[in-house]
């Protein structure tokens, strides 16, 4: 059974109490159906200002998930006000997304930057979720394995990306919240691309995945997961994701 990895993205949703209320939900469904995860990898991705109590509720309900940020700073740390740092980040989550299309877009984030984030997503032990639209996004990005060796961009700066801490998610633009999702052949298509590219690098797929579609994504050979955004905001539709995945 392959391994699969379901990950929600909750982007700019909940305050303390909706998530208080979203694990508690979770974990009496979780519990009165009494399911198990087996070769599933639950991520959440919530706010930055809600991964310290959703770590805390987790711990104390002894939830079987693992917590995602939804970005990184390309900084190290100091004098960048508003910056979340990588070092800071993996006080509370293992994992970070990168490059998400809603920060390319909205927050002009380019090559150079999302390179930046990689190092030291990488440099601070955290697995990095690369978003990524298209195939050219990865030959920009200038990622270059099976050696594993990146370029950083224009700075020419190399680091090393570790098989096992890196994820790509493919995530065609016309798919993301618009209830029209890619057709499972094309993303398995890409999501073969991607491999080939990048060794044998996990590929999720994402945009408008709901529990009624997602098994049409994960049933496909080469896809190794959902980025799940909308439908993960309720914890009941979440964990049909999961059982369906
Ligand atoms: P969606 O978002 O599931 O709401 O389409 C996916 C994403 O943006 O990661």
Redesign the pocket.
Known sequence: MKKLFIVA?WKSNKTIKDTEKWLHDFDEELKRKQFSFESKVIIIAPPFTLLEHANYCSSNLKLPIKFAAQDVSPFEEGAYTGEISAKQIKELADYVIVG?S?RRERFSEDEETINKKIALAQKYGLTTVLCVSELKQIHNSTLRLPSMQLRTGRSGQEFIIHNSNFIVAY?PLS???SGHPDTPVNADEMARSIKKELAEVPVLY????TSGNVKNFTSMPYIDGV?????SLDPHEFLKIIKNA
């Open positions: 993205n998400h809603e995530e798919a993301i919240g994402g945009g408008s995945v980025l799940v955004g909308g439908a």
